[in-house]
């Protein structure tokens, strides 16, 4: 007995949570691993860019750092720099035309979502994502508890783009979702949403008195001739960015929050404060009602922050307030503008896999479709084939909900070595769809 006992005993030790069981493992350990395998690969998988912030930032941060260490060394509030939270709520209402909005400084655009998830959701809400989605979203939504509560919507199988009427039935149905996450423009699909599609979406979740995330990440990588990065603002609208790609500070871990405040409980926020807080309204005239008592969503969030990280690291937020300036906006500017070419070069290399391939209009990514047949609805077993075959790696993507696809980045590898890598996953893809994944002749 008393060895059925501690095998018991021992057997509950052992096991983990069931939120966490139920959480994906990161696609990105999978390709990291994968490439350790072959000393040359050649990455076009992680979602990162080749460059680090604007040289300007870095030396007055280093000034900073010789000069008074303490003073970026210590804790800040939980809710950031109130410099770079002003500096924030100017480039919000200047280049995003958001106003009525406040700021919550995060380590990394990941800790908006998570703030947002937890502060906005119970263990019972349901969250809408659409396939394909960005993984780790997903994993978010797995860790707190909500595998259960997750309603996958879908995109049109050509042009994926997110069905509005797929979300208008779910909204008007007996279980609507609370939370409704986009991403724009899109991770993993390189889709950039309209000022009319994103309108819509607005307008439906306003309707259904549901929250809209739009995260915001790629903002500044538009790539589509006469295209617009643009956010719809609502007292249901909520706002995710990053300072990780187009800063270059991906390892630096800075993203904020940008939610409503229209009762101004802030009185910083951008926009001229409503009488009192019953007559807020959204900016669009609607006259919709906040959803949540003025001064709520800033405190929900706080006690998320505070829990999980206390605030963004004070170097990094000294760096991201200096890289906002003029002169790191054009450093930036400077090294976008060459990634449309890349684009391209990357569609070419795409070709075996036409008229299957999307994207292209924003973000960094292009989106294609693996043959049929040929073993290649396990996309996995393909990138673990072109790494090994064609020393190149991409993402597969069953990680965002849709095997049989994969995802190509085209800003991670800097301009001598993007070529040599587009060549050798043309290369992969031409042999794949010839003759499967069988052995590549060996290039000398």
């Not at 280093?62 to 509030?77: D, F, H, K, M, N």
């Not at 394909?132 to 259960?148: K, N, R, V």
Request: charged share 15%; hydrophobic share 45%.
């Amino acid at each position: 007995m008393s060895v059925l006992v501690s095998q018991a005993v021992a057997q509950k030790w052992k096991a983990l949570s069931r939120r966490i069981d139920a959480t994906d493992t990161p696609v990105i350990d999978f390709t990291r691993k994968l490439m350790a395998s072959r000393k040359d690969a050649m990455s076009l998988a992680q979602g990162i860019v080749h460059w680090g912030p604007p040289p300007v930032a870095l030396q007055q941060l280093a000034t900073r750092l010789a000069t008074e260490p303490a003073a970026v060394s210590g804790y800040v509030p939980n809710e950031g720099l109130p410099a770079l939270r002003a500096a924030l709520r100017t480039k919000l209402v200047e280049r995003n035309k958001l106003h009525h909005y406040d700021v919550i400084v995060t380590p990394g655009c990941n800790q908006a979502f998570l703030n947002a998830l937890i502060a906005l959701c119970d263990d019972n809400d349901r969250v809408a994502l659409f396939r394909p989605y960005y993984f780790d979203h997903l994993m978010a939504i797995q860790m707190t508890g909500g595998s259960e509560r997750l309603v996958i919507g879908e995109c049109d199988p050509d042009t994926m783009r997110p069905s509005l009427a797929w979300l208008e039935r779910e909204l008007a149905g007996p279980s609507p979702p609370k939370m409704v996450v986009l991403v724009n423009p899109c991770n993993p699909t390189g889709v950039l949403l309209s000022r009319a599609e994103l309108d819509a979406f607005s307008a439906a979740c306003a309707a259904a008195g549901c929250w809209l995330v739009l995260d915001n990440t790629y903002e500044d990588f538009v790539f589509a001739e006469g295209g617009e990065h643009y956010c719809p603002s609502g007292p249901q609208v909520v706002h995710l960015f990053s300072m990780s790609k187009a800063y270059g500070m991906m390892g630096w871990r800075i993203g904020y929050v940008a939610f409503p405040d229209y009762a101004h409980t802030n009185p910083d926020v951008p926009g001229e404060a409503p009488p009192s807080s019953s007559s807020s309204s959204s900016s669009n005239g609607s006259g919709q009602q906040p959803l949540t008592a003025p001064g709520a969503l800033a405190m929900a969030q706080l006690k998320v922050q505070d829990a999980v990280c206390i605030c963004a690291p004070a170097p990094s937020q000294a760096l991201a307030l200096e890289a906002l300036g003029a002169e790191g906006r054009q450093y930036v500017d400077a090294l976008i503008a060459p990634l449309k070419a890349n684009r391209d070069l990357l569609r070419a290399a795409l070709a075996p896999l036409e008229p299957h391939v999307a994207g292209g209009e924003g973000a960094i990514y292009l989106w294609a479709r693996l043959p049929l047949g040929r073993g290649c609805e396990d996309d996995r077993a393909v990138v673990t084939w072109l790494v090994q075959q064609a020393g190149v790696c991409v993402i597969p993507g069953s990680a965002c909900g849709m095997p049989g696809y994969i995802r190509c980045s085209y800003a991670n590898l800097p301009p001598a070595q993007f070529p040599a890598a587009v060549s050798r996953l043309r290369a992969g893809l031409e042999h794949l769809v010839a003759h499967g994944m069988t052995a590549m002749p060996q290039q000398h």
